[in-house]
């Protein structure tokens, strides 16, 4: 079994790794005890995607996402992350308005927060002028191009991007765009392996990749799908390493039977008086008060 690292992740470290390895590993995480598993296995990037929207809060899509959720959810992780680099989703319209309020949303990811980075997706005109405000206040930023989720009113649907020339160009393109507005790193998301490949060669930072094939410097999923937790369906590009929602209701399928047939709680599970103090309770030495007596 490989040595789980111990060195601490930062972002120069990461940007090492594009040329000497090893590839980055990168999950999501929404919750103090997922990070604290992920720190401990020597996961290099924690992300607070904005994917806890549909993954653990039941939103239909990522839109209705807000900051004060995302805040909520990337403290209870970084409270529990000590080597990992923990990187804050920006959500739907937290960067959407003016550069000054994307710089203040940003800049909480890190203060309240207590993560080392934030994600913003796309790579339009507009949105590298946020990446540069962002990098011009210290805050290290990562892009995300190709499917970009928090467009699928747009899109109609999650679907592979890229698949055409011109949307391939447009794809390396973006990821060239971003580097120079000074993005450490960028998500690739569901484009063929060749323009993954293609855009891996073009910058100099960093590519992570979630169903963009395996020329990329790192590979990221959602906990929950590669853990078989999530219901529903699943990308193409999941590999299922756990049936945890099998797993889950079978034990609590368990537990319902135990205490409908009295199995539970038995005698390890309960606490006990000491038996001169069970003797008191019991009603025969309960001793009735003359009457007349103040008790
Ligand atoms: O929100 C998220 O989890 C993401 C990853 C899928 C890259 O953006």
Redesign the pocket.
Known sequence: MASIPTDKITIPALLARKAVGPKIVCL?AYDHPTAGILDETGVDLI?V????GMVVLGYEN?VPVTMDEMLHHTRAVTRAVTRALVVG?MPYFSFHLSAEETVRNASRFLKEGGAAAV?I?GASKKRLKLVEAMVEAEIPVMG?VGLT?QSIHHLGRYRVRGTAAEGARRIVDDARNLERAGAFAV?L?SMPVEVAAEVTRAVGIPTIG?GAGPACDGQ?L?FHDMLGFSTGYLPKFVRKYADLHAVIRGAVGAYAADVREGRFPDDATSYHLKPEVAAELRPEKVRTPKRGKKI
Do not use: C, Q, R
């Open positions: 999501t992300l995607g904005d994917s806890l990522t989703d994600k997706e995300h989720p998500v998301e979630i990221v959602v």
